[in-house]
């Protein structure tokens, strides 16, 4: 089974500078998908950006950027140019490419950025 | 509005009762997912659905219901409340595509006291 941890449970950073969340996970398969998203106080959760294991390229999303690093399992959120706004709790997910649909979530790391 | 909304927000219930927690959405997605967050747990599959009238067990299924009479409606039902089932449910909903490469889209959570 798929499994995806994320090793820093809380996480801060001062606003204007660049913080990096963890994330490795377990497979065998070769064809995934990987996603962070954000929940936010307001408890809604917000994709943020996702990753294609067959793109060698990292995703980026404005202040958002990936490093997906496929042999060693591991993407990591690298958050630039943080804002108040970041603060949340961020969630790193893993989606077989088949058939199957089901997100396997991690526990979450808790960011907070402070003025 | 288009999306997928989920009600109650917030349901406090006693021991034993059932109650049912609603998801719709307008997408006219085919997959359906809902899930529990707990602390130190992150977000564990419930029960999915693929299409109307299929559904499958997910990683916790033990003490839920569900169905999928239409394709925009998605209810949980937990037949006898137990307060372990004290947590903040989500439903999600995807569309299919036969790479994956879909984001779940998420509704804004009900938080469940069972006392």
């Known amino acids: 089974a798929q499994t995806v941890t994320q090793s820093q449970p809380e996480m801060s950073v001062q606003e204007a500078e660049t913080v990096t969340l963890s994330c490795t996970y377990d497979?065998?398969?070769?064809?995934?998908?990987l996603f962070w998203y954000k929940q936010p106080p307001s408890r809604q959760m917000i994709l943020v950006i996702r990753?294609?294991?067959?793109?060698?390229q990292n995703a980026t999303e404005n202040r958002f950027s990936v490093n997906f690093q496929k042999a060693a399992k591991s993407f990591s959120l690298k958050i630039s140019d943080s804002q108040l706004g970041d603060t949340a709790m961020y969630f790193c997910?893993?989606?077989?490419?088949?058939?199957?649909?089901?997100?396997?979530f991690g526990k979450g790391t808790l960011l907070t950025v402070n003025p | 509005d288009a999306g997928i909304t989920q009600s109650p927000r917030y349901k406090i219930t006693e021991t034993g009762r059932q109650v049912t927690l609603m998801c719709h959405q307008t997408?006219?997605?085919?997959?359906m997912f809902w899930y529990r967050q707990d602390l130190g747990h992150g977000l564990r599959l419930i029960y999915y659905?693929?299409?109307?009238?299929?559904?499958d067990k997910g990683e916790v299924p033990d003490g839920y219901v569900v169905s999928r009479s239409k394709t925009e409606n998605f209810p949980l039902t937990l037949e006898s409340a137990t307060r372990s089932q004290t947590s903040v449910y989500f439903c999600?909903?995807?569309?299919?595509?036969?790479?994956?490469?879909?984001?779940?889209?998420f509704g804004d959570g009900t938080r469940l006291s069972i006392l």
């Open positions: 999600a909903s995807s569309e299919s595509r036969a790479t994956g490469n879909q984001p779940q889209h």
């Open positions: 497979t065998s398969e070769s064809n995934y998908y």
């Open positions: 990753q294609e294991a067959y793109k060698q």
């Open positions: 997910a893993y989606l077989h490419g088949g058939s199957n649909y089901k997100l396997t």
């Open positions: 997408w006219s997605h085919s997959y």
């Open positions: 659905s693929a299409a109307a009238d299929i559904t």
